[in-house]
């Protein structure tokens, strides 16, 4: 049976009533996301959970973008009225219009008003009608302010006052209905030995731990670039240290990949991509998943037996099985949709004797950040008005040139549900104090020939879900330095824990965008092997930040070199799970001391043989996705 499958269980029940949604059986229905020629738009997959679809994004950080456009086949010539479903996205902090205005062309016919500017909510506006004599068109949507217009979908309609789907069941049954979804996802063609969920580092290192002990594995990354926070599109450095403790070999293969420039917010070379993408591909036993969201499970009993996935641009569906399965999702959502037991938020200090705890348990979280930087011009540069709701002064605006780490949203809401808005205000906080600093501050002077040169759309996410094993590791575990038996990675990071920053709250209370810390420091110490795999789904490992902790402990656990050695213990783990035909809870029952041999002796190269920057073999992986 299909479990929590978003939207899935009730599709077929509402196929019946897709004629109250469109009242002419010839609508040509267009999903953004499947343009051919995206021109300066993005295309946004963070929120497809909740949306049920990825769109497109003109994020051109205060400058227009090109156009996106796409051929589209009309059943027959006549008058087409046009619907375009879209999001005002600053509506929750200012009553005004929005900035993120564009417009629909057909055939090179401006035929909208303007779009993106008007509303609360993602809904669909009218955008004018157009006589369509020949059966193929291009239809573009032309960005007005690089300020992030979004569409998710267009419906051409000789019906001027069609019923439109509203809520995200409606838009799915419509959606398979005109065929950009399936009824049903096809079946892969060979199992494998190993399904790992999410291409991000920790993903990256459990695929391929696993093949270099003769596993087949499925890598699926809902992006085009590997690397997850450390990639070009987030651009975080890879923190925590490798080598270390009790099992030294752990951490090793992190070299092959590893960026040879620190720092947060930088360029984006810095970030090394190929690197990442040169580790994955030396693999033969990889089949790479790229651009492909996991958007199911399919279980028995407490088993999960495949996992749906979707192609962000395509909607095609797979169902890809497999004998175990790893969430390197972050968020916990492979583990979700089959039922794990998860937690989120804080721990109250009496559950597991915690100082650094709060006296009750709440929902805070650590929030997620959009970094950004500018760069100095030869002649002075213009940026627009801009604020939304965000009012800035001489007091409360932020005097820098660059935002990293610091600058965190998000804290005291729902790190899943309301995604989008954190990742919006990150933006609009950014947009609205470059805006003053630029134009009324009293410092304009210096910053005159300064140019807004990149911001992260892909926010870079701290916490959500965490996923509980057999074992949650908590704070005294790590200040006592209990030896447990299956110790596997090591950690050096102190509890790094994130609050709002004082100053801030005072000047936004409720609205924080900047974080602060404490330093807690800790020793050496290695986490229990046991918080690698579920407790109650019984062929579903973790790595990343959705392990079994504490969120005291996360604040430790949560760099992503530690993220990587929790990789290639479960790519270990999950090779003796094949070899004696076992589930994870038994590799600490029955083979323990195989998997202690196996984190002794490591699956890394020796990166120090190899020249600065050393390209290994590409050959062989398979890539199904573009």
């Not at 600093?437 to 410092?443: A, D, L, P, V, Y």
């Not at 807004?452 to 074992?471: N, P």
């Not at 100053?503 to 020793?523: H, Q, V, Y």
């Amino acid at each position: 049976m299909w479990n929590r499958f978003p939207h899935r269980v009730v599709a077929f029940l509402l196929m019946g009533l897709f004629s109250a949604f469109s009242s002419h059986a010839r609508d040509v229905w267009v999903e953004a996301e499947s343009f051919s020629h995206k021109g300066g738009w993005v295309l946004d997959q963070q929120f497809m959970d909740q949306m049920g679809s990825p769109y497109l994004l003109a994020h051109g950080m205060g400058q227009p973008v090109e156009d996106a456009t796409q051929d589209v086949r009309f059943p027959s010539s006549g008058r087409y009225y046009a619907f375009v479903r879209t999001y005002n996205w600053t509506s929750p902090w200012s009553k005004s219009e929005g900035p993120g205005a564009f417009q629909l062309k057909v055939d090179g016919q401006t035929i909208s008003p303007v779009l993106g500017t008007a509303g609360n909510a993602w809904q669909w506006q009218s955008a004018g009608c157009v006589d369509i004599r020949e059966c193929e068109v291009c239809v573009a949507l032309h960005d007005l302010t690089g300020f992030e217009g979004r569409c998710d979908a267009i419906l051409f309609s000789k019906n001027p006052h069609p019923a439109l789907p509203g809520s995200a069941d409606e838009m799915l049954s419509a959606r398979i209905k005109n065929g950009t979804l399936s009824k049903r996802p096809t079946r892969w063609k060979q199992p494998f030995d190993l399904v790992v969920v999410g291409g991000g580092i920790g993903g990256m290192c459990t695929a391929v731990s696993a093949a270099r002990l003769g596993l087949k594995v499925a890598l699926v990354h809902d992006r085009p670039i590997l690397g997850g926070n450390n990639s070009s599109e987030i651009r975080v450095h890879l923190g925590g240290a490798i080598e270390i403790g009790d099992y030294p070999a752990l951490g090793r293969m992190i070299r092959e990949f590893g960026h040879s420039k620190g720092g947060n917010a930088q360029l984006p070379e810095n970030y090394e991509d190929w690197k990442k993408e040169d580790f994955i591909a030396a693999e033969k036993n990889i089949t790479l998943f790229r651009n492909f969201r996991a958007t199911g499970v399919r279980m028995r009993n407490h088993h999960i037996s495949a996992v749906s996935i979707r192609h962000t641009e395509s909607g095609k569906e797979w169902l890809v099985k497999g004998t175990l399965f790893c969430d390197c999702t972050g968020d916990g959502n492979l583990g979700y949709y089959a039922g794990a037991d998860y937690r989120m938020g804080r721990e109250g200090r009496d559950e597991y004797d915690e100082t650094l705890a709060p006296e009750y348990p709440d929902s805070l979280t650590m929030g997620s950040s959009v970094q950004w930087y500018s760069q100095e011009q030869n002649q002075e540069t213009s940026f627009p008005e801009f604020s939304y709701g965000m009012e800035f002064n001489e007091e409360n605006c932020e005097r820098v040139m660059m935002g990293e780490w610091t600058w965190e949203t998000g804290m005291n809401r729902d790190q899943i549900k309301d995604f989008e808005q954190i990742r919006d205000y990150g933006m609009l906080v950014v947009y609205a104090n470059w805006s003053y600093m630029k134009n009324k501050s009293s410092e304009r002077e210096r910053y005159a020939k300064r140019r807004l040169a990149w911001v992260a759309y892909v926010a870079g996410k701290r916490e959500s879900r965490r996923l509980l094993g057999d074992f949650v590791l908590k704070q005294d575990d790590v200040l006592r330095h209990v030896p447990y038996e299956d110790a596997s990675f090591p950690i050096n990071w102190h509890f790094d824990l994130h609050f709002p920053e004082a100053r801030n709250s005072g000047f936004f209370p409720g609205r924080e965008f900047k974080a602060e810390t404490k330093d807690n420091p800790i020793c050496v110490y290695n986490v229990p092997y046991r918080c690698l795999y579920s407790r109650n789904i019984d062929n579903l490992f973790m790595a990343g930040r959705c392990i079994s902790t504490t969120h005291v402990t996360l604040g430790s656990t949560r760099l992503m070199r530690n993220i990587g050695m929790m990789g290639e213990v479960v790519g270990m783990a999950a090779s003796l799970c094949i070899r004696h035909d076992v589930l994870p809870r038994a590799v600490y029952q029955y083979y323990l001391p195989e998997l202690k041999d196996l984190m002794s002796k490591g699956v890394g190269k020796d990166a120090s043989l190899l020249p600065d920057n050393q390209q290994f073999n590409t050959g062989g992986v398979q890539v199904f996705g573009k």
